[in-house]
């Protein structure tokens, strides 16, 4: 399986758009049943890794998350979370700048990370709920014609 993303705006934190974006898509996606081929299975999913990008500006004193594209534009490096919906870390990058403390990181981004990854995650299971619904409709309808 390949997901591919054609841009056509970058205001605003196109990494976590991408992310997102990515996991509505796998999601969503749905498999012919090798048994009944023609019923429709959803791809088995266990983990969503969610991305939280923070910005540092102004030296290093100002932390932004979710910056926008004049943020980006400013800021003096960036620092990507990746945690899945239990809180555990998939993936940390810190781009540019001078490093960031392990203290700061373990103390602040990441449970701030954990924080919003909690946010994100009931936004998707209810947009998720909404899309099955709407097919489960939609197939049952042209089912019976």
Known sequence: MCIDLHILDDRRNLVDAANFVSLASLLTFRILDAPQATDLSPLIVHYLPIEITFAFIADGNTLVIDPSHFKEAVMERRMIA???????ICFVQNDGGKCVTKSVVMLYLLIIASVKVVDIMSIIKD??????SERTTIYSFSRVL
């Open 82 to 88: 990746t945690l899945n919906a239990n809180g555990d």
């Open 127 to 132: 947009a998720f709920e909404l899309n099955n």
